[in-house]
Structures are given as C-alpha cells and as structure tokens.
C-alpha cells in the first residue's frame, strides 16, 4: 500500500469489505502497528506508536463503529466535544470551564447539532447528529489531516448533505482528508483522487468525479478499461 495525502484535497478509499480500507484507516492513527513499511508526515518519516502520537502529529480520525469506538454514550455532548483537545493537551492541564463552553458553543452552532444543548447526553442524539459531535471533537483540534471511516453510514439524507458539504468546505481550507465510504457515488463525487484497494494493495487510482461505473469496474477487476 502505498498513497500520498496533499493539504487541500479529498482523497477517497475504494473497495469490497474485507480490502483493507479500515485497517489502513487504523495503521495512519496508530491504533494498529505495521509489519513493515513508513509513514511520513511533511516528508519526515513518523513513529505512531499510539492515537496518541498520531494526534500530537495532528492526525484526526473518526471510526466506522460510531457507537462502539467513536462516542462515549454516557457522557454529555460538551465532554464528548472537547475529549480529544483534552487528551492532546494531557488531563493535567484541564480546559477552563470558560474556554470548554466557548468551543462548545461555536462548533455546536458552525456544524448544526441539534438538540443545541451541550448538556444532554450523547445517547440521546440521533445518529447524523452524533456523527456531527464526533466530527466537532476533532476539528476543535485543528487537524493536518483528518480521516474518516463511513462518516455518513447510518444517518439521514440531511445530515449525510450537511457532513458532505462540510468535507469539501475543509479541503477547501488547506486540510487534507482521507474518505471512506462503501457509497461509490459518494466517494466518486466528494474526492479528489481516489485510491482502490483489494486484499489490501492499492491497485489503482482514478481521479476524482469519474462515472461509478468506471469505479466499479476497477474495483472489480484492479485496472482500468
């Protein structure tokens, strides 16, 4: 596997379950180690030994199991929020209660999180709009890079809009983000550059905006017609 990220573009991650896209996902945030191989961050070869190192890299990623890996149910969408910036500045070194419902409150209204009540627990949300906290947690980080993992499973036609649009504004800003999606035609549209994956090769790449079809294809069979 082999794949370069640039500031400022969308690149996509194509492929059958079981390609290797979540395990490539989780080896660039250093939840899973490697075999072999590097990763190089500004063009200096980087160690991730944990999330945490890819964080202080400002490395940001939201997992696919929402439920399971990405939210803390019982906590309040505030604490939710502010979890990862916590983390990277260590827990010794709390968050003021003022500058904790300042960030809230902006990131709450610039992503449209409703119920707009940073007390309510996460629990309570629907699906498009948690995904919309865990989304808010690591843009208060301002990320490099952020990678996600079916950002859009699960969740209603307007919130998926709204994540989308939101994806796009941000490589628009200068950040680099990592796109995966089992949608075709949502990673057709939304990336840049899109890179297709089988039995965790990268087989191919297609720019970005090519017919689904042509995806399918190249999916299907590792070249292109």
Excluded at 80 to 93: H, I, K, T, Y
Excluded at 154 to 171: C, N, Y
Aim: hydrophobic share 45%.
């Amino acid at each position: 596997m082999s794949l370069e990220i640039f500031s400022g573009e969308v690149v996509g991650l194509a492929g059958l379950l079981g390609s290797g896209r979540t395990e490539f996902a989780r080896l660039l945030f250093g939840a899973d180690q490697p075999t072999t191989g590097q990763i190089a961050a500004a063009g200096k070869p980087v160690r991730l030994r944990s999330p945490r190192a890819a964080i202080a890299r400002k490395f940001a990623f939201t997992p696919e199991n929402r439920k399971h890996e990405g939210i803390v149910a019982e906590l309040s969408v505030r604490d939710n929020l502010v979890l990862a910036l916590q983390a990277r500045r260590g827990f010794a070194r709390p968050l003021s209660s003022k500058a904790k419902n300042d960030l809230v409150r902006r990131y709450i209204e610039a992503l449209d999180i409703r119920p707009a009540d940073p007390d309510l627990p996460i629990k309570n949300l629907s699906g498009g709009n948690q995904q919309k906290v865990l989304l808010a947690r690591w843009l208060i980080t301002r990320p490099n890079l952020l990678i996600l993992d079916e950002p859009t499973r699960g969740i209603d036609v307007a919130a998926k809009a709204q994540i989308q649009r939101l994806i796009t504004e941000l490589a628009g800003d200068g950040m680099a983000v990592l796109f995966i999606s089992a949608e075709l035609d949502e990673v057709a549209r939304i990336s840049d550059r899109i890179a297709v994956l089988r039995d965790g090769v990268n087989v191919a790449q297609i720019d970005g905006g090519c017919p689904v079809s042509e995806l399918t294809a190249l999916i299907a069979t590792g070249s292109q017609r």
